[in-house]
């Protein structure tokens, strides 16, 4: 162990060791049905915060995204929004 200490590490090398190889991803922090929190601009520019339900998820490049649906002022919405907004 004590001749490998001063090798030098291959780019792979160097990913494995910091834990996975980079594509992974942890689970969904949301699941279907789920009650979200998310911010909601409206056409004046007020922002307010609105309840919505998960209605579908999906992994889209390194990140999960979920299929919201809300109600502001009785129009019902549908957009999908990034975990990090939720």
């Known amino acids: 162990m004590a001749d490998n200490k001063n090798r030098r590490l291959e780019d792979e090398a160097v990913v494995n060791a910091s834990g996975g190889n980079g594509s992974e991803i942890p689970g969904p922090k949301y699941d279907i049905g789920d009650r979200v929190q998310l911010k909601f601009t409206g056409d004046d520019g ?11 998820r999906r992994r889209n490049e390194g990140e999960w995204e979920y299929l919201i649906m809300y109600v502001v002022n009785g129009a019902p919405f549908q ?3 990034p975990e990090i907004a939720l």
Do not use: A, L
């Not at 007020?46 to 579908?56: A, C, L, M, P, R």
């Open 46 to 56: 007020t922002v307010s915060t609105v309840v919505g339900i998960v209605e579908d």
């Open 79 to 81: 957009h999908w929004y």
